[in-house]
């Protein structure tokens, strides 16, 4: 698929019908590969090789407008939320306007003022208000009624569609009464000014505080582009410059200082500090950078000044793609979304049906004054069953769920993973570097009676030896030497043996370390040496024998050592209701041991990458929704087979690239939090639609009549029109509750 990506800014989408129309316009553009409407944030998506020009056609010629965006993400937001200020203060306007014409004639009718034409005077002064009436529909709800004029002329029908005719069949109704009364029976001169006036007030006013809800809804991104310094203090020709990011190069040398966050990534050259990385990945304690150590754009460096070396710049840095992630996930689509699509799809033109057909029936066979009460039946039905809460049911909710995710270190790559997620019972897990630190580490150093001298003086032999070494277990005896800074000799005549160990000369001694069949090879009596070496594999160590001089100096183990907090996020995950099976390439015994210390009861062990994705497709076989985390390439085929694949945020950036969620931090917990969001989230789309479909089954046959038999009243079209604007305001509202979400367990 090709990277070109366009964003444009929408203007007149207001429902998932709007949606569907706009995208499948865009579909039949040539070179448009993927085209994405974020409703909740009025933007588009354009994915291809396509000309901006193409696709805002496209989108007029659908009815709707489209701005190409040319800034960036943090100037589009800027200036979105400066607009969407100007038009909430004008929606606002508009709102008091309306009610100020309409709340009076509605207390007139409500407190028995008489809101019929019978007299050439109330002729006038009914005429009076029909065209201040009039001055509310063009200036208050004009915007009704030229989406409903453009939606018609493109053979549409939308929400404005149905404000546009309730609000003008009351006020053309109402004008005919004042201007010939003698064509309607006395009974029917009722006229509906008042039911106009309310309407347009209401339907602004929802749409005022829905457009105030709705600027929550994307706090998380906002948040993440605050992490974006403006600046970087640059070290050029022998100065330091403070430059706009935007002129920051690739191998460009920054400094900064305590308190200031990194602008770009790079690596460390001079100094060291503390970083606070918890913005990014939600790791709560900072962590120590030193030179050759990487820093990432947006993080707190809290108490040293660091000199590194920039190494990506712009939209190549991590927290860039994080957000670029984010906005594209928000912008997806759950699968849960295509029933209200499908719905919205067909909705109106059903509506205006179900309208008219209701008319008919009041026209025909209602009591008198039958023409009043069509008319109110007519309008109250078209105001009522406008689908804005069915279409903002499901974005809305994606859009603070995907959010939230980022806040707590969870990308969610699509609207997909975040369904898939709250399904899953079966959870896949790669030991090395997902359980394990994924790096050896020297446990164990057993002391023989008869070797002179203690830990310290076998280590620095070891590890003088082991320099030479290019074995993954010579750099955990390296590493612990370092550690205590003890100072190495030169190793002479070293020799790697394969499937036994290492051998050489160290200040004029001879060193051996490896296995039996190494010790057996030199006739070295290894005593009961053997009994602690099988204790130790027992307890999932790899176990060395040393030997120096002839004889045996004891016994050293290395490790892979678990994470920290991996016990109690694999317990969190089967509170969750997960099963989880540990896959690895190492060896039975080491893998078992590993499971018995986590409380794992499935283990596969001695895989190679193939058999990974085998047990993957094996489970899912029988039945099982099966999730995979893992951190490296050999784990990418597993990714992709699972129905969602968690990688590790330390991990390649081929498992990375695979998988559908991308954990920021080195920990199973970030799994857990995943699924417990997209649980949250999930629940939410359903209480939202839920709503939504309510509100409309049982709206319309309400606004319908079906209730005059028991009531003796009709539905007011001013309560429709308020139920209608308030439905949006509602789900709106329940989708920013997950913006309180919090994860079952502060990891």
């Not at 690739?250 to 690596?267: F, Q, S, T, W």
């Not at 279409?391 to 969870?410: H, I, N, R």
């Not at 030497?481 to 000369?505: D, P, W, Y």
């Amino acid at each position: 698929m090709s990277e070109l990506k366009q964003t444009f800014r929408l203007e007149g989408a207001s429902c998932a019908g709007c949606v569907r129309k706009i995208e499948g316009a865009l579909a039949e553009v040539p070179g448009v590969e993927d085209a994405r409407i974020n409703l909740a944030d009025k933007t588009l998506l354009v994915q291809g090789d396509v000309t901006p020009q193409a696709c805002i056609a496209a989108v007029q010629n659908a009815g709707y407008g489209a701005e190409q965006v040319r800034v960036s993400e943090r100037e589009r937001r800027e200036q979105q939320r400066a607009e969407e200020q100007r038009h909430y203060r004008d929606l606002l306007r508009r709102c008091y306007i309306a009610l100020g014409l309409g709340v009076p004639l509605m207390a007139w009718g409500v407190l028995g003022g008489d809101m019929m034409v019978n007299t050439p005077g109330q002729q006038l002064a009914w005429g009076v208000v029909g065209l201040l009436t009039l001055v509310v529909l063009v200036y208050c709800g004009g915007h009704f009624f030229t989406g409903a004029r453009r939606a018609f002329l493109h053979h549409n029908a939308n929400m404005d569609t149905l404000v546009a005719l309730g609000t003008g069949t009351a006020w053309a109704f109402s004008m005919l009464v004042v201007v010939a009364p003698q064509l309607l029976p006395e009974a029917a001169r009722h006229v509906y000014f008042e039911a106009s006036a309310m309407i347009i007030g209401l339907i602004n006013l929802g749409q005022a505080l829905e457009l105030r809800a709705r600027g929550r809804t994307s706090a998380a991104v906002e948040k993440l582009l605050q992490l974006q310094e403006p600046t970087a203090r640059v070290l050029r020709d022998g100065e330091e410059r403070d430059l706009p990011l935007e002129l920051v190069q690739v191998g460009d040398r920054i400094r900064v200082r305590p308190g200031e966050k990194i602008p770009v990534d790079g690596a460390v050259e001079e100094g060291s500090s503390l970083v606070d990385e918890s913005m990014l990945t939600g790791e709560p304690l900072p962590v120590k950078k030193a030179s050759g150590d990487f820093l990432s754009a947006g993080t707190l460096n809290k108490n040293g000044t660091l000199l590194f070396r920039a190494e990506k710049v712009g939209a190549e840095t991590r927290l860039a793609q994080i957000i670029e992630m984010v906005k594209n996930a928000q912008s997806s689509r759950v699968p849960i979304a295509r029933l209200a699509d499908t719905i919205s799809s067909i909705f109106v033109p059903t509506v205006m049906m179900i309208a008219v057909l209701a008319a008919l029936i009041w026209f025909n066979f209602g009591p008198d004054p039958r023409a009043a009460h069509t008319l109110v039946v007519l309008t109250s039905v078209l105001i009522i069953a406008c689908p804005c809460a069915l279409g903002l049911a499901t974005p809305m909710s994606v859009m603070v769920g995907v959010g939230k995710g980022a806040e707590y270190g969870v990308l969610i790559r699509n609207g997909k993973a975040l369904q898939q997620a709250s399904k899953l019972d079966t959870l896949v897990v790669d030991k090395t570097g997902t359980l394990t630190e994924g790096a050896p580490r020297l446990t164990d150093i057993e002391i023989d009676p008869g070797f002179a001298g203690g830990e310290d003086a076998l280590l620095r032999l070891l590890a003088s030896l082991e320099q030479g070494s290019e074995h993954p277990l010579a750099e955990a005896v390296l590493s612990a030497a370092r550690e205590k800074e003890l100072e190495l000799a030169s190793a002479e005549a070293f020799e790697a043996i394969t499937a036994h160990g290492v051998q050489g000369s160290v200040d004029g001694r001879r060193v051996l370390l490896g296995n039996r069949k190494l010790m057996q090879r030199h006739n070295i009596d290894i005593g009961d040496w053997p009994q602690t070496v099988q204790k130790l594999a027992q307890e999932g160590r790899t176990a060395m024998y040393a030997a120096v001089d002839g004889s045996i100096a004891g016994v050293i183990a290395v490790a892979d050592p678990l994470r920290q907090d991996a016990a109690a996020a694999i317990e969190r995950l089967q509170k969750l209701g997960l099963s989880i099976h540990m896959l690895t390439g190492d060896n039975e015994g080491t893998a078992r041991a590993v499971a018995r210390q986590l409380g794992i009861d499935s283990v596969h062990a001695d895989l190679q990458p193939e058999d990974k994705e085998r047990i993957v497709a094996e489970l899912q076989r029988g039945g099982a929704h099966v999730g995979m985390a893992g951190d490296g390439i050999n784990d990418a085929p597993a990714l992709a087979r699972a129905e969602v694949g968690f990688a590790i945020g330390a991990g390649t950036d081929v498992a990375i690239e695979t998988a559908d969620v991308t954990l920021m931090r080195s920990s199973l917990h970030g799994v857990a939090d995943a699924v417990e969001l997209s649980r949250a989230t999930l629940r939410n789309i359903k209480q939202n639609l839920f709503g939504a479909f309510v509100y409309n089954v049982l709206g319309i046959p309400i606004a319908a009549g079906v209730l005059y038999p028991l009531t003796g009243a009709l539905l007011s079209p001013v309560i429709a029109g308020a139920a209608m604007a308030f439905s949006s305001v509602t789900v709106v509202s329940n989708a920013n509750r997950l913006r309180w979400f919090k994860p079952g367990e502060a990891a």
